[in-house]
């Protein structure tokens, strides 16, 4: 019922157990944000793709400033799809983001190369 291959990031060819391995295509990690990108600003550049669920800017936990990365979490795949091809080296506040899918934590897959 399903092919061996899966078409998704940035138009490349994807193996099916990288995505059964990962879990849900929903979810995006966001990096070289500006650190005064905040969730609002995130939230609002996003939800242009589909229903945003969650927004989330990683803050260092004692000074309380950005690092740079954050994550967006959409309702479905096909908006995550379509926020990562149209996103992924766009200008937001100054900065070209890198946008990707987000690895859970721990991810074997990058060592599987």
Do not use: W
């Not at 669920?53 to 479905?76: A, E, N, P, T």
């Amino acid at each position: 019922m399903f092919s061996s291959l899966f078409v998704s990031r940035n138009s490349m060819i994807t193996p099916l157990r990288y995505l059964t391995t990962r879990g849900s295509c929903s979810k995006l990690f966001v990096g070289g944000l500006s650190y005064d990108t905040n969730e609002p600003v995130l939230k609002n550049e996003f939800e242009k793709y589909g229903e945003v669920l969650h927004v989330r800017v990683i803050c260092d936990h004692k000074s309380g400033k950005s690092k740079g990365y954050g994550f967006v979490l959409f309702d479905s795949e096909e908006a995550a799809a379509s926020a990562l091809a149209s996103m992924n080296n766009q200008l937001l506040e100054g900065r070209n983001i890198r946008v990707e899918y987000a690895q859970p934590k721990g991810d074997s897959y990058q060592n599987q190369k």
